[in-house]
């Protein structure tokens, strides 16, 4: 496939929509190659320049950062698309992983908040805060609590801990 040498910076900007410094940028860490140059110090650019661009778009469409774009780039060097597939394939796995454990941990927000907002309503001393008031405590009741729970101090569960079950981390909540 003949390959056509010659884009200037700014003619790679406009066909790839990265910016110039970005383009800099990329090279200066090794995602793009470094460029050729003219006589008076130009960059200079060819299409593998213009399609290694387009895989950094699309990984980085797909959630990737640049150190593992860095790392899929190997696979991108060694010019087959099948080993390339099957790490972008393992990354976009990931991803999807990370995604779920997410949307658990945001729904678990969510539902916190939910009954910080209820207990937020329910009382409002006429002077300083007490223990009903939910300030200063988690006045949110679980299946077994009687009276109103402390605020915990430590740090939630990593999420990163798949022992725990999902209903154990939205605890409280009733169905």
Do not use: N
């Amino acid at each position: 496939m003949p390959v056509t040498t010659g884009y200037k910076i700014k003619d790679v900007a406009a066909r790839s929509g990265f910016s110039a410094a970005t383009l800099r940028y990329y090279e200066e860490i090794g995602l793009l190659p470094e460029s050729a140059r003219t006589g008076s110090g130009y960059r200079l650019y060819d299409d593998r320049t213009l399609d290694r661009l387009a895989f950094i778009a699309r990984a980085k469409q797909l959630g990737c950062s640049l150190d593992e774009i860095a790392e899929l780039g190997v696979a991108w060097d060694g010019g087959r698309c099948g080993p390339l597939q099957d790490r972008l394939s393992a990354a976009v796995a990931d991803k999807i992983v990370s995604a779920q454990r997410q949307i658990v941990e945001l729904t678990t927000l969510i539902v916190e908040l939910q009954q910080a907002a209820a207990a937020l309503d329910r009382h409002r001393p006429d002077g300083p805060c007490d223990a009903q008031c939910g300030c200063i405590t988690d006045v949110a009741m679980d299946i077994t609590a009687t009276s109103p729970q402390p605020v915990s101090l430590v740090v939630k569960a990593s999420s990163s801990d798949d022992s725990l079950p999902i209903a154990h981390q939205l605890r409280g909540v009733r169905t």
